[in-house]
């Protein structure tokens, strides 16, 4: 089984900087890999895809970077509505992928 | 505008049964494959069920903490997935989202997600 390790837990950042989040999985998955952005009550949306291809109509302050065991989601300035929970995805082991166990963007 | 609308969520004691529902519009439902998720109050997210295009014989995949309790069906011609919950643990207890897969084939990765159902059980 996959075990994805997301970090930092938290990453306090203020408007208009970069915030880098990091995932690491415990074997490879290729660019297996996607990310996902969720704010309070809201369903998850898919950000990044084949850990670096961005899904329709995301902004490209979102870039995905990485392969293998390491990813990265970087936002390059941070917008008010980017503070939210992301959470890492592998789908190379399929069923069942595994999650991260998230990282939260907070201002 | 892809939507997809969950239902059929509520209070039930352990043991019991509950169905979810998730209706499709904006796509062709039948071409997509349909997996359900859920996410426990606090918690992360965790892949319950998928089930594949009809056409290429609709396969259905469970996580093992729900296999053989949990059914994942669809109907096409109502552009509508199921999800048959049964002997019902307290830790069933999330909202259940539905997600269309972005990709005909089964990419894995889930473009459009639903708002989710709440589902508690408890006695």
């Known amino acids: 089984e996959i075990v994805m390790t997301q970090s930092p837990a938290t990453l306090s950042v203020s408007p208009g900087e970069r915030a880098t989040l990091s995932c690491r999985a415990s074997?490879?998955?290729?660019?297996?890999l996607a990310w996902y952005q969720q704010k309070p009550g809201q369903a998850p949306r898919l950000l990044i895809h084949?850990?670096?291809m961005r899904a329709t109509g995301v902004p490209g302050r979102f870039s995905g970077s990485g392969s293998g065991t390491e990813f990265a989601l970087t936002i390059s300035s941070l917008q008010s509505e980017d503070f939210a929970l992301y959470y890492c995805?592998?789908?190379?082991?399929?069923?069942?992928?595994?999650f991260g166990q998230g990282t939260r963007v907070e201002i | 505008e892809v939507q997809l609308v969950e239902s059929g969520g509520g209070l039930v004691k352990p043991g019991r049964s509950l169905r979810l529902s998730c209706t499709g519009s904006g796509f062709v439902f039948g071409d997509y494959p349909m997996s359900w998720f859920r996410q426990a109050p606090g918690k992360g997210l965790e892949w319950v069920a998928l089930i594949g295009r009809t056409a290429y014989g609709g396969a259905q995949e469970y996580a093992a903490s729900v296999k053989g309790r949990f059914i994942i069906s669809r109907d096409d011609s109502k552009s509508v997935a199921f999800l048959q919950m049964s002997s019902l643990k307290i830790e069933d207890s999330a909202l259940y989202y539905c997600?269309?897969?972005?990709?005909?084939?089964?990419?894995?990765?889930?473009?459009?997600w639903g708002q989710g159902a709440q589902v508690t059980v408890s006695s």
């Open positions: 995805h592998q789908y190379a082991s399929w069923p069942p992928g595994a």
């Open positions: 084949r850990a670096s």
């Open positions: 074997q490879s998955v290729g660019t297996n």
């Open positions: 997600a269309k897969d972005a990709d005909i084939n089964g990419a894995y990765f889930f473009d459009y």
